[in-house]
Every structure is written in C-alpha cells, then in structure tokens.
C-alpha cells in the first residue's frame, strides 16, 4: 500500500487516505456509519468549455459561453472543512479558470486533497500546468475523460500517470474503448485505472440519448463487464453510483464483497456544489438544489443534502 496522506476521524467513522487514491472506512461494530462532514465533495468550477461541439452529451452544458464559479465562496466554506477530506474539482474545464492555481494552494495549506478531471482533449494544451500541480503536490489524482483512441495518442509522456484515473461513459464508451486505455497504461508500465461512469439522462445527456445508446448500455450490464474484469492483467476498475445502478451490480457479487466495498449511496457521505450558480445538491443531475451564502459552515450544507 502507498504512504498515509490523512488518518481522521469523522462522527463515528475512522478514515485513513492514502497516496494512491485508496480509501479504508472503518466504524464501530453493530454501528451504521455516521458522519458529520462530506468525505467528500464533486465540485464543478466553471461552466466554460471549448469542447461543446464535441461532448455533444455533456450533463453540465457547458460551452464557450459559459462562466466561472466564485472561488473565494467555496475557499471560505471551507475553512470549516476536516483535514483530509477529498475535493474532486471539474467543469467545463476546470483548467481554463483563471483561479485554479491559488484555490489549490490554498486547499493545501488546508490539508484538502484535491483531484482533478481533465477531457483528454485538453491534456497536450495544459501539459505544463498539470506537470506544475503534480510537482507541487496541489493534486493528487487526476481524471481523464476519454474521447477515443486517437486522442490516446495526443497524451503529453511527461506528465505523471501513475494517479490517473481514465473516466468512461458507458453507453458512449465500449469495451473496445476499455482495451485501448488499457494497451496504453501497459505500454508504459502503468497499472490500467478505470473509473466507469452510468449515462446521464441529464442535460445535454437527454437529447444525446437513443435506442441504440440504451443497447449499449444493456452490453455493458451484460457482458462488456464480465469481459473486461475477465482481463487477464492488472487492472483497477471502479463505479461511481449511478454505474452501479445501471449495471445492477450489487447483484452481481457476493454479499460480504458488497458491504466490504461499497462506499454508501450519493447523499450518505458525499454531496455536489455548483460554484458558477453557488448551489449545493445531493449529485450532480439532481434538481433540488439549495443557494450558498457568504460564510454557510460546510456541515450546514451538507446537511440540506444528505440523506
């Protein structure tokens, strides 16, 4: 295991965070979890990107014409935030904000460990900012959302990959898409890290949709899965929730590999902050969403959210 970045301890859940993303939650026995803070928090930034024309299927809208969050709200909101807490940061593109670099400093000195996704396409423009952010340790992990093979090719070598998590969209994405990340990472020695995500009927996601996405999306419940865990390497797969719904894959394995790994419902320990319309929600395609005001206690928020 990789070194211990943070060890706290959050209502009744002892937490440790180590370097490699690996997160272990442990909490009384005969006891459900309960937390007082967010472990963590899906933080969109900006509603600017440049690839519109491009992510046809962007849940967010985002656009050229879109605007950048306050940044200075969410650092004082986080002033009252645990030591150790995960902050994954994202769009739009996240690069593209001319705050970025401060607010990860300053998430930093506040002991905030900061991840952030990036569209393959924006990789090779932002190469040295990312390279800059890694040396400085502002980010830990770092989220690629892949937009095809080709675009595989367009990856800058120098940037550190050994924290990377390639993000794919099932239904947009295949499993041919899967091999292909997985041929690159092994290329280059690096252990295949990929995040799957579930299809957001959700924005731009509504109009994207088709009879034929929803048939992609059944392969993947079917048999794209159990053909990509059949891999016969070192592979790192994860879900986020609405993936796991999706797929149905609670039953799909066995019930002790489902307590010992699932890390609770979106809600539980998790929330989502718009910083461009200064909301908070449960998840980001929820639509009961709450205003933030100057000095809110970030357990006051989370509170307005949280199941």
Known sequence: ???????????????????????????????KPNVE???SCDLKITQYCDMDAVCVYCHEMSNKQGKHGDLKLITSIWNSQLRGTELAIGGGNPLAHPGLSDFLQDMKIRGIICNVTVNMLHMKKHADEIRGYQQAKK?????????????????PEDIDYSNVVFHMI????????CLDVIEWCSARNIVPK?????????GN?????SPELQVELDNWKNTYLKMLLAQNRHLVVSFDNLAIKQLDLKSQVPTQQ????????????TFYIDAVEQTVARTSTSNE??????????????????L
Do not use: C
């Open 1 to 31: 295991m990789s070194n211990l970045l943070h060890k706290y301890q959050n209502g009744n859940v002892a937490i440790e965070i180590f370097a490699d993303g690996t997160k272990i939650r442990e909490w009384p026995d005969n006891e």
């Open 37 to 39: 803070w967010p472990e």
């Open 139 to 155: 980010i830990y992990g770092l989220g690629i959302s892949y937009r095809g093979k080709n675009s595989l090719k367009m990856l």
């Open 170 to 177: 099932m239904g947009v994405h295949d499993l041919d898409d």
């Open 194 to 202: 990929l995040l799957l995500l579930g299809y957001k009927t959700f």
């Open 205 to 209: 996601g509504v109009g994207y949709y």
């Open 258 to 269: 489902w307590l010992d790994l699932y890390q609770g419902d979106d809600g539980e320990h």
């Open 289 to 306: 969403r709450f205003p933030i005001k100057e000095h809110d206690d970030i357990r006051d928020l989370f509170r307005k959210v949280r």
